[in-house]
């Protein structure tokens, strides 16, 4: 994958078509760490077309885990309400309780912000 602006853009139009080899090379993105120039955005706009692919239990779990883990440990930034609103419409259920643990154990307050708005905002 090319992880430049256009190059991820282009990755990122594969999810309109629904395409396994688009969604695979994309969530394999979206599960790595990468800190360069528009990843996050990037990361935004999977998230957010994601939502209408098909996907594997396995891929949805990885990314799940992948979500929960960024917010657990805190790192996390710009546009991550994205990646927690692919997760909820995923597994509500799952989210919704790491959350409400969160917002009760967390040591960081803004760990504790975004647990205390998916708590708040999705019911």
Known sequence: MDLTKP???DAADGLLLDD???VAECLEFFLD???GYWHNRARAMIARRLK???TTVDQRSSAIDCILNRLETGNFSEQFRDQLRLALHWNRHGVMAAARGLVANSPKPHVR???EWIVRRHP
């Open 33 to 35: 760490e990468s800190r």
């Open 52 to 54: 209408h692919c098909s």
């Open 7 to 9: 190059g991820l853009h």
């Open 113 to 115: 912000r975004f647990a």
């Open 20 to 22: 396994p080899a688009a």
